[in-house]
Structures are given as structure tokens and as C-alpha cells.
């Protein structure tokens, strides 16, 4: 089957495009301009593998689809910018680059599409615009007349995770403090970008798949645990300083209500965010990605190290 992978040079895609191609799949990835270089093994080292065929364009630019999609038979749409992009940025690409390219592919006689979503989308606890943004999606999927399959992903790690551990890690080694709310119990489900990709590429060949939500998480794991793990690997224990949870509450409601500019009040949103994120665990139920398309997860103490065995993390990812 000949595959178009937006996408294909992030954590994800590159541990998906070697699952695919070891499948018998043919590979398009489409990629912007002057990024070809950006195609990596799993482990970070340039791409080594069989043959990708390269398709240029950008999710901005919409008439760049029409060419990459020829003559392909199945779109896995993992393309996206992070909750760190500015605001309008997210919109073009999450929303708008999703919706016209997913007309594009109907255009195109495409029937087969899978797309990236996120587990926020299943967690109305914390609000953040790049929630809304996957939210908003996953509806021109859904209703487009295609053979979708919608996947809701915990937060990814692997190789290269320069979002999450990376920084974690650093922060860690740096004696750095994390200050959370709460007891640290709070539980997480961090997945290896490997373990989401084997689901991906089993997604294309299983039928019952088909339009169809699948929650991909790991096993669930405490806050406090998941960074005393990372301390083994930055070789020292994580600094934790532990806070009243209703006391945060209450003092930023109380700073809110004497706040007077844009600016204090966007900042204590966000904080009143970072409260809310240690009321209740964040996990996510798997049976059915586990029954229907084989997913598993390995536990994050074995994923996270075998992640940074390669020492990436202490100066960033590549």
C-alpha cells in the first residue's frame, strides 16, 4: 500500500516509518521544504533504511496536497504543532491544514486515514488551547465520508523527547526543584513513541479499525515515581518540594480576583492549569487498541531508559 506520512520526521514518524516499510508498505512522507536531512532512525542517527519517497509542502500551504497525495491508497496524519506554538499558528495547522487536507484526500480517492489526536481531548480537567485544537481535528476526519481511525495518544517519549524528558532530565541533573501540588501521587501514562507506531502500522491492516477512537497510553505510573525513575537516569535524585492542593486553589483565585492586566491574569490561567493537572490521575482505558489492534505498552520504568540509553538528552535532541 502506498502510505503519505505528514509528520514522518517527528518522534512518532520515525519509529513508524521503519514499521511500515518493514510491512511492505511504500512510504511517502511529506515533508517542508529543506527538512529531507530531518528523516532519522529511531536512535536519532541519519536515516538508513530503505527507500522514502519524498513529497514537499507544508499544512499551510494547501496546494501542496494535491501532488503528494497522488496515486496514495492510505493518509496517517500525524503532522501538528505543539502546545508551545503560538496560538494562531496551532489553528492553521491542527484545524485548518487537517480539514483541507483531508477534503484534498477525498478529492484524491484516498480511503483510508489515520490521524493523531490526543488523550487531552479525553481529559476536560485542564483546558489549553492545543486540546481544543486536536478537538476541533478530528471532526473534518470523522465526517468526511472516510475510512477513518482516530488515535488519542498519552504524552510520547522516546529518543529525541526534547518536550518532556529531555527537559525533565536536565532540570534533574541541574539540582533544579519541581514543585508539585499535591502528594505526587497523581497517576500518568507516558508511551514509547515504539509502542505507539507498531499500533499505528497494525491499524492499516486490520479491518475492524475502521472508524474507530483508540486511546494509546502506557501503564499508569505516579508523578513522584515517574521522576525518581528519571533521577536513576540523570544520575541523582530528583529535588521535590510537595504543596497544599486547595491552598494553591484558593491563593491563585484570591490573586486573580486583585489581578488588573492581561498579562497577570493570562499567567495566573495558566497556573490555576498547572494546579488543576494534580487533582485526579491521567489515565486512559487501552482494551480495545490492545483487542483490535494489538497495542502494547511497556512500563515506563523500561521504556524511558532504554530511551535515553544513547545520552541525547544532556544537550538536547539532535
Not at 519509529?15 to 511500515?20: A, C, D, N, R
Not at 496551532?90 to 477534503?103: D, F, P, S, W
Not at 468526511?144 to 498519552?154: D, G, I, K, Q
Not at 486573580?256 to 498547572?274: E, G, I, M, Q, V
Request: hydrophobic share 40%; net charge positive.
Amino acid at each position: 500500500m502506498k502510505v503519505l506520512v505528514s509528520g514522518a520526521t517527528g518522534l512518532v514518524g520515525r519509529h513508524l516509518v521503519p514499521e511500515l516499510l518493514a510491512a511492505g508498505h511504500h512510504v511517502r512522507a511529506f515533508l517542508r521544504p529543506g527538512r529531507e536531512k530531518a528523516l532519522r532512525n529511531p536512535d536519532l542517527t541519519p536515516y538508513s533504511g530503505p527507500p522514502v519517497e519524498i513529497a514537499t509542502g507544508d499544512l499551510k500551504d494547501f496546494g501542496s496536497f494535491a501532488a503528494a497525495l497522488q496515486g496514495v491508497q492510505a493518509v496517517i496524519h500525524l503532522g501538528a504543532l505543539p502546545p508551545t506554538a503560538p496560538e494562531e499558528e496551532m489553528k492553521a495547522v491542527n484545524i485548518y491544514g487537517t480539514r483541507e487536507l483531508m477534503l484534498a484526500a477525498k478529492k484524491a480517492h484516498v480511503r483510508r486515514v489515520l490521524h493523531f489526536s490526543s488523550a487531552e481531548c479525553s481529559d476536560n480537567l485542564v483546558y489549553s488551547v492545543f486540546r481544543d485544537t486536536k478537538k476541533a481535528s478530528e471532526k473534518p476526519v470523522r465526517g468526511n465520508n472516510l475510512e477513518w481511525t482516530v488515535f488519542r495518544p498519552a504524552p510520547i517519549y522516546g529518543p529525541g523527547d526534547d518536550r518532556n524528558v529531555g527537559p525533565w532530565l536536565r532540570k534533574i541533573a541541574a539540582g533544579e526543584r519541581f514543585d508539585i501540588p499535591g502528594d505526587g501521587k497523581v497517576k500518568v501514562a507516558p508511551v514509547h513513541a515504539a509502542d505507539v507506531a507498531k499500533a499505528v502500522k497494525n491499524t492499516l491492516e486490520y479491518g475492524m479499525a475502521v472508524d474507530a477512537v483508540y486511546h494509546l497510553a502506557g501503564p499508569a505510573v505516579g508523578y513522584d515515581e515517574m521522576l525518581t525513575t528519571l533521577g536513576e537516569i540523570a544520575g541523582r535524585a530528583p529535588k521535590i518540594r510537595h504543596f497544599s492542593l486547595g491552598l494553591a486553589q484558593t491563593w491563585n483565585s484570591i490573586q486573580d480576583l486583585f489581578a488588573r492586566t492581561p498579562a497577570r491574569k493570562l499567567a495566573l490561567s495558566t497556573r490555576r492549569n498547572d494546579i488543576r493537572y494534580f487533582i485526579r490521575d491521567h489515565v486512559y482505558p487501552t482494551d480495545d487498541a490492545a483487542k483490535q489492534v494489538g497495542f502494547s505498552a511497556r512500563p515506563f520504568a523500561q521504556g524511558v531508559k532504554e530511551a535515553c540509553a544513547g545520552g541525547w538528552w544532556k544537550n538536547g535532541a539532535a
